[in-house]
């Protein structure tokens, strides 16, 4: 009897599998890839002009990629529709240091320097939106920065990271194609990523993918909206979870706590960022970093309104030789020659924030984050008491 139903269930798979059902199978299979890929701009398009209605921008970006592949869209839209709310509006661009990785969204620098401006301007309408990307380098700054030129701010302020001058963790000097390949990127930008950048052939097989086939240009929106994001983030986030249980969810030690628990800490994180920083000498002519950061300080020079560019600093209580060597040292003084060279008004923190104002090896804690933007503030503030409301 058992045999019969096995034999019985094997002959229908066979019946299933037949080259006649195959080729019914694919030719449903392509029609339908045919349908998404002939309506799926226009839904999209429906999906962002209906989600735009109702869409309230929070303080900064969301942390998911994904989400920000999203939300990107819908917060140039809102940001546009609610300038005229305010007398004057600050576009801060940057990397994990300006959207205030580790710390609340009211304790970001954009934040705080939102209300340093305020204090300084009374009796008017100050808003400072943070467009920071994390782990955003030189080149995807350029791109957000020409991306977002088109809503005329009254000011920009951007920061560049020494942790992207070298090998950083990203080598992709533009490291999300989403920027790169965003149809509002104006035509003359992409020219000069492909010049700072000639993309490799890997590069360009993607490229022409998300530019001619709806389907993958959207794969990460579909993700976000069909999941909440990606469901590869969900399995490593249970995962994780599942690791910090097993492993008794302990909690290291503070970079700022004393006694050797927090020196063996420390060593231990140095030792897991080490591969980020190279203290090899900085080529001017090749480095793609120092290239896009001399295309972002062309472009803000030739705008009517004020902008301001500060370096950031690094852990030296965590990261020592690191950045305390000569190389890594004139490394950065390179990048302030540059930053000074451009005539763009800039602050350079490399070296000057002690060790209690990090969360880590680079990100700053509120304190931290509310001494640069006092500082940012001191320079911004004149350049913008001349704006009219």
Not at 20 to 28: G, I, T
Not at 71 to 97: R, T
Not at 170 to 186: E, Q, R, T
Not at 298 to 310: A, G, I, T
Request: hydrophobic fraction near 40%; proline fraction near 7%; aromatic fraction near 12%.
């Amino acid at each position: 009897m058992l045999l019969d139903v096995m034999r019985d269930r094997w002959n229908r798979i066979r019946e299933a599998v037949q080259p006649k059902d195959l080729r019914r199978v694919f030719a449903v299979f392509l029609g339908l890839m045919l349908l998404a890929q002939v309506s799926l701009p226009s839904l999209v398009n429906r999906y962002y002009e209906s989600q735009s209605r109702t869409y309230v921008y929070g303080q900064r970006l969301p942390r998911n990629f994904e989400q920000i592949h999203k939300d990107f869209p819908l917060v140039l839209c809102y940001i546009e529709k609610h300038l005229s709310d305010y007398d004057i509006n600050v576009l801060f661009l940057g990397d994990s240091v300006a959207y205030g990785a580790g710390v609340g969204e009211n304790e970001t620098i954009p934040a705080y320097l939102e209300e340093e401006l305020k204090g300084m301007l009374p009796g008017k309408k100050v808003r400072v939106w943070n467009l920071a990307v994390p782990g955003s380098e030189p080149g995807d700054l350029y791109c957000v920065l020409r991306r977002v030129s088109y809503l005329h701010p009254d000011a920009v302020v951007a920061d560049f990271n020494l942790l992207f001058y070298g090998k950083a963790s990203i080598k992709d000097p533009v490291a999300f194609n989403w920027l790169y390949l965003d149809p509002g990127l104006p035509a003359d930008a992409v020219q000069k990523v492909n010049t700072v950048y000639p993309r490799p052939f890997p590069d360009r097989v993607a490229e022409f993918f998300d530019r001619y086939f709806p389907l993958y240009h959207y794969r990460e929106l579909i993700n976000s909206v069909l999941f909440g994001g990606h469901p590869r983030d969900k399995v490593e986030a249970e995962l994780k979870a599942l690791w910090q249980k097993l492993s008794g969810g302990g909690v290291a030690a503070s970079a700022a706590s004393p006694g050797p628990a927090a020196a063996a800490d420390r060593a231990k994180q140095r030792e897991k960022v080490a591969f980020m920083y190279d203290s090899s000498p900085l080529n001017t002519r090749s480095n793609q970093a120092y290239l896009f950061t001399e295309a972002a300080l062309e472009f803000l020079k030739q705008q009517d309104y004020p902008s301001l560019v500060f370096l950031t600093d690094q852990n030296r209580d965590i990261l020592g030789p690191l950045v305390t060597n000569p190389g890594f040292v004139g490394n950065a003084r390179l990048v302030e020659s540059l930053l000074r060279r451009h005539q763009v008004p800039y602050l350079s923190f490399f070296g000057r924030m002690p060790g209690e104002s990090f969360v880590d090896h680079v990100h700053l804690n509120p304190d931290g984050n509310r001494k640069v933007a006092r500082e940012l503030a001191r320079e911004l503030a004149p350049r913008l008491r001349g704006v009219s409301p």
